[in-house]
């Protein structure tokens, strides 16, 4: 007969607080509601049985086991605060009863007690609306503090190269299509392998001029151009690693390409200060390609090989993982 | 008729379990992929009798359990050495043991004594030896202290089997009340011992920082109450009997304060109480729920999980300065936190795809990995090296208890023979 008294509270509560969405037109706020419904009803049964039954606070629809197996001291404080004879088929509305203090507790009997009742439901809503916007608040504050810190990442890393540029060097920068660092002159220096062939430089300037003005089909078709004329020229990495990049930009692009000119820069250039980079690309390809597997693959190994480097490809590796995997 | 149901669903183990006791067993279910091989030889014994404890086996099951270790199985030794005069190397060469561990036990009256030493069979060398000396009763608690001996000797990181556990099993009776039991076992689930046994819930067992005490929430008097009980002497202290919610307890580090959860002043907020004057301090004052507070290691600062963001999420508060900020942005629910002692690795109950599972957070890099891949996985609970985690977790539809290392390689079950058990507490270390 508990049972059935029980079973009976808990529709009713149903019941009640149903037209009390309608009055919300916005479909989240419902949303909202009916998770907090979905909270406190259950434990609406362990109002009349005090410490047979309970949930966790925040309850998991999906655990068929937790009503009668998993004891929560939260469940119990409704039963105090309001018997369940008292609350049943009246105005309190459900999500109540936890959120709510004590001395908003006795739910209207009858008649007088709606005005009140009313204005307690609307505090409830008002409540879980703040909380709401509250949740939305404190997550943009920390996006806007993880972009903040990645722009002084890519400020530091600009400068950078900018001031090596001042130094005389071949630098390629403005990088479009993303944030990564894009061949600098330690290209040349750190390597050391090649040595400039004349007239490789002004190829070169000239093939990267086109992508500065955005003609990025045309510099695809330089740098292809460039590549056959100095293969093994000093500014060859660079230009397989723009073409890589030339490749995704250009629509419609070519993603295949695209993998073929930056695992051409790893191999071949396994130590070229691009290759984090090509590797992070690579990443990215196999993401764009649909293979998960390999883009996680490649993104873990840009954190594992270059994780104690200051290359800014692994806190983009890190960054492309946290988003999509 | 959901009762109804559950009710007859636990009717065979319920009555075979009543008067049994929990005992847990384990299973591995994943180990690391390129354990170090060593060989435990059976330690010989010098005393009357037969020897009252299998040293060895217990060694050579915490080792295992680890998933750092794969023990050589003793049908494959070659000889069974106990002094280093023979040792016959090329025999554990032959196996592919990369140590050898052997020992001696001798009893006198109740006391015994553990002789050990730990050969590295490829140099040909003693890379360790030691002594335990203690009650015979204790027998497997010495041999864990063998074990955490070993095990900081070969991976640098303290070992964590001479440690031990709380959880609570629950016990269905169909057509009646529940049985909730509170039980205190060894690290690997040996030696229960039932602490309390009540036909109302009992909950959120919890240690003190020495490991001498114990704190947990009990409803025997009708509505919940923290306790307090001290594990030698076995005293009880009822700490609060407040109106409405008394739960989460949680000792401080410096073993002075108690944070826990009392909903006296309205909704759910976070108290400290000061165990000496039992004086209150409320820090959270909110109409969210605020619940599951837990320190951190330098005692500055605590985590709980707050709704006040709409969903659940773990939120740190700053005794100093009595600010509060968001620690969790992964996910629509982060709940249950529970700090190494490194300070640095937080584990905690984290939703993806609809379903619960115990994640780690790094709070220097803000990276949370998902450890398990079990589902309704709850009340996570750190061993005090770090390096594994205890939770519950359902298994063929019933609550047992599983471990996860901090890296996610390794993988066991603890199930439980009887009832389904949760709320894994693992124990601070143990002074001697």
Same mark, same amino acid.
């Given at each position: 007969m508990a049972n059935m008294s029980k079973l009976l509270v808990a529709s009713g509560l149903v019941l009640v607080t149903g037209p #009390?969405?309608?009055?919300?037109?916005?479909?989240?706020y419902v949303d909202v509601e009916a998770e907090r419904r979905g909270r406190t009803t259950p434990s609406e049964p362990a109002a009349a049985a005090p410490g047979t039954t309970?949930?966790?606070?925040?309850?998991?629809?999906?655990?068929?086991?937790?009503?009668?197996?998993?004891?929560?001291?939260?469940?119990v404080q409704p039963s105090q605060a309001y018997p369940a004879t008292s609350y049943g088929l009246n105005n309190a509305p459900a999500g109540a009863a936890i959120a709510a203090p004590p001395v908003a507790a006795p739910a209207p009997a009858s008649g007088g007690g709606q005005s009140m009742g009313t204005l307690y439901i609307q505090m409830q809503q008002l409540q879980q609306e703040v909380m709401r #916007?509250?949740?939305?608040?404190?997550?943009?504050a920390n996006e806007v503090r993880k972009l903040k810190s990645q722009s002084l990442e890519r400020y530091v890393d600009l400068d950078k190269r900018v001031s090596a540029m001042g130094a005389g060097a071949v630098v390629a920068s403005g990088d479009g299509s993303s944030s990564s660092a894009v061949p600098g002159p330690s290209a040349a220096s750190a390597t050391g392998q090649a040595s400039e062939i004349p007239g490789e430089g002004d190829a070169y300037r000239g093939a990267y001029s086109l992508v500065r003005s955005q003609q990025f089909e045309q510099a695809v078709g330089a740098f292809q151009q460039f590549l056959r004329n100095y293969p093994d020229g000093k500014y060859a990495p660079n230009a397989h690693y723009w073409l890589g990049e030339l490749y995704l930009v250009i629509d419609p692009s070519d993603l295949e390409a695209s993998r073929q000119a930056f695992t051409l820069l790893l191999n071949q250039y396994p130590d070229n200060p691009k290759a984090p980079d090509a590797m992070y690309k690579l990443g990215k390809v196999q993401f764009l390609k649909g293979n998960r597997e390999k883009s996680k693959e490649y993104l873990d190994r840009v954190i594992s090989k270059y994780g104690s480097t200051n290359s800014s490809a692994v806190q983009l590796s890190r960054d492309f993982l946290a988003e999509n995997f | 008729m959901k009762r109804l149901i559950l009710a007859i669903v636990p009717l065979l183990f319920a009555l075979a379990a009543l008067g049994a006791r929990a005992e847990l067993t384990i299973e591995i279910t994943q180990g690391m992929d390129n354990p170090t091989a060593i060989a435990v030889v059976p330690f010989a014994w010098q005393g009357p009798g037969t020897a009252p404890e299998d040293i060895a086996w217990v060694v050579d099951s915490d080792l295992a359990r680890s998933g750092q270790f794969s023990p050589v199985s003793r049908s494959d030794m070659l000889g069974r050495p106990s002094t280093q005069n023979d040792i016959f190397y090329r025999d554990w060469r032959a196996i592919e043991s990369e140590y050898l561990l052997i020992g001696r036990v001798s009893a006198q009256g109740t006391q015994m004594r553990i002789e050990y030493e730990l050969y590295d069979v490829l140099r040909q060398k003693q890379a360790h030896k030691g002594v335990e000396v203690g009650s015979v009763n204790e027998a497997r608690m010495l041999s864990h202290r063998v074990s955490d001996a070993i095990y900081q000797k070969l991976t640098g990181i303290r070992g964590a089997f001479a440690t031990r556990l709380l959880y609570v099993s629950v016990t269905r009776v169909p057509g009646g009340k529940d049985y909730y039991r509170l039980t205190l076992a060894d690290s690997d689930?040996?030696?229960?011992?039932?602490?309390?046994?009540?036909?109302?819930?009992?909950?959120?067992?919890?240690?003190?920082?020495?490991g001498t005490q114990i704190s947990y929430v009990s409803f025997e008097s009708g509505r919940p109450a923290i306790y307090r009980q001290n594990l030698s002497t076995g005293a009880r202290e009822q700490l609060t009997n407040f109106k409405g919610l008394n739960g989460a307890p949680a000792w401080s580090p410096d073993g002075n304060t108690m944070a826990m959860v009392l909903s006296k002043d309205g909704s759910p907020d976070i108290y400290l109480m000061n165990l000496m004057t039992k004086k209150l301090t409320r820090i959270t004052r909110h109409y969210a729920i605020d619940t599951e507070p837990t320190w951190m290691p330098d005692g500055r600062s605590l985590m709980f999980t707050s709704d006040r963001g709409g969903r659940p999420q773990i939120y740190r508060y700053d005794l100093r300065t009595g600010t509060t900020e968001r620690v969790t942005f992964e996910g629509g629910y982060n709940a249950r936190a529970r700090v190494a002692q490194d300070g640095r690795n937080v584990v905690l109950v984290h939703q993806q795809n609809g379903q619960f599972h115990i994640a780690l957070l790094d709070l220097v890099t803000n990276r949370l990995q998902v450890l398990t891949s079990t589902q309704l996985d709850e009340s996570p609970s750190i061993a005090p090296n770090g390096s594994m985690v205890l939770y519950g977790t359902k298994h063929a539809g019933r609550g047992i208890l599983a471990a996860v290392s901090v890296d996610g390689g390794v993988k066991f079950r603890l199930p439980s023979r009887d009832g389904d058990v949760r709320e894994p507490a693992w124990s601070p270390y143990m002074s001697r």
């Amino acid at each position: 007969m508990a049972n059935m008294s029980k079973l009976l509270v808990a529709s009713g509560l149903v019941l009640v607080t149903g037209p #009390l969405s309608l009055q919300v037109p916005a479909q989240d706020y419902v949303d909202v509601e009916a998770e907090r419904r979905g909270r406190t009803t259950p434990s609406e049964p362990a109002a009349a049985a005090p410490g047979t039954t309970a949930t966790d606070p925040y309850a998991r629809p999906s655990e068929p086991y937790s009503a009668p197996a998993s004891t929560d001291p939260y469940s119990v404080q409704p039963s105090q605060a309001y018997p369940a004879t008292s609350y049943g088929l009246n105005n309190a509305p459900a999500g109540a009863a936890i959120a709510a203090p004590p001395v908003a507790a006795p739910a209207p009997a009858s008649g007088g007690g709606q005005s009140m009742g009313t204005l307690y439901i609307q505090m409830q809503q008002l409540q879980q609306e703040v909380m709401r #916007l509250n949740g939305i608040v404190e997550e943009q504050a920390n996006e806007v503090r993880k972009l903040k810190s990645q722009s002084l990442e890519r400020y530091v890393d600009l400068d950078k190269r900018v001031s090596a540029m001042g130094a005389g060097a071949v630098v390629a920068s403005g990088d479009g299509s993303s944030s990564s660092a894009v061949p600098g002159p330690s290209a040349a220096s750190a390597t050391g392998q090649a040595s400039e062939i004349p007239g490789e430089g002004d190829a070169y300037r000239g093939a990267y001029s086109l992508v500065r003005s955005q003609q990025f089909e045309q510099a695809v078709g330089a740098f292809q151009q460039f590549l056959r004329n100095y293969p093994d020229g000093k500014y060859a990495p660079n230009a397989h690693y723009w073409l890589g990049e030339l490749y995704l930009v250009i629509d419609p692009s070519d993603l295949e390409a695209s993998r073929q000119a930056f695992t051409l820069l790893l191999n071949q250039y396994p130590d070229n200060p691009k290759a984090p980079d090509a590797m992070y690309k690579l990443g990215k390809v196999q993401f764009l390609k649909g293979n998960r597997e390999k883009s996680k693959e490649y993104l873990d190994r840009v954190i594992s090989k270059y994780g104690s480097t200051n290359s800014s490809a692994v806190q983009l590796s890190r960054d492309f993982l946290a988003e999509n995997f | 008729m959901k009762r109804l149901i559950l009710a007859i669903v636990p009717l065979l183990f319920a009555l075979a379990a009543l008067g049994a006791r929990a005992e847990l067993t384990i299973e591995i279910t994943q180990g690391m992929d390129n354990p170090t091989a060593i060989a435990v030889v059976p330690f010989a014994w010098q005393g009357p009798g037969t020897a009252p404890e299998d040293i060895a086996w217990v060694v050579d099951s915490d080792l295992a359990r680890s998933g750092q270790f794969s023990p050589v199985s003793r049908s494959d030794m070659l000889g069974r050495p106990s002094t280093q005069n023979d040792i016959f190397y090329r025999d554990w060469r032959a196996i592919e043991s990369e140590y050898l561990l052997i020992g001696r036990v001798s009893a006198q009256g109740t006391q015994m004594r553990i002789e050990y030493e730990l050969y590295d069979v490829l140099r040909q060398k003693q890379a360790h030896k030691g002594v335990e000396v203690g009650s015979v009763n204790e027998a497997r608690m010495l041999s864990h202290r063998v074990s955490d001996a070993i095990y900081q000797k070969l991976t640098g990181i303290r070992g964590a089997f001479a440690t031990r556990l709380l959880y609570v099993s629950v016990t269905r009776v169909p057509g009646g009340k529940d049985y909730y039991r509170l039980t205190l076992a060894d690290s690997d689930g040996a030696r229960p011992i039932v602490l309390l046994e009540s036909r109302e819930p009992v909950m959120a067992p919890g240690w003190s920082p020495d490991g001498t005490q114990i704190s947990y929430v009990s409803f025997e008097s009708g509505r919940p109450a923290i306790y307090r009980q001290n594990l030698s002497t076995g005293a009880r202290e009822q700490l609060t009997n407040f109106k409405g919610l008394n739960g989460a307890p949680a000792w401080s580090p410096d073993g002075n304060t108690m944070a826990m959860v009392l909903s006296k002043d309205g909704s759910p907020d976070i108290y400290l109480m000061n165990l000496m004057t039992k004086k209150l301090t409320r820090i959270t004052r909110h109409y969210a729920i605020d619940t599951e507070p837990t320190w951190m290691p330098d005692g500055r600062s605590l985590m709980f999980t707050s709704d006040r963001g709409g969903r659940p999420q773990i939120y740190r508060y700053d005794l100093r300065t009595g600010t509060t900020e968001r620690v969790t942005f992964e996910g629509g629910y982060n709940a249950r936190a529970r700090v190494a002692q490194d300070g640095r690795n937080v584990v905690l109950v984290h939703q993806q795809n609809g379903q619960f599972h115990i994640a780690l957070l790094d709070l220097v890099t803000n990276r949370l990995q998902v450890l398990t891949s079990t589902q309704l996985d709850e009340s996570p609970s750190i061993a005090p090296n770090g390096s594994m985690v205890l939770y519950g977790t359902k298994h063929a539809g019933r609550g047992i208890l599983a471990a996860v290392s901090v890296d996610g390689g390794v993988k066991f079950r603890l199930p439980s023979r009887d009832g389904d058990v949760r709320e894994p507490a693992w124990s601070p270390y143990m002074s001697r």
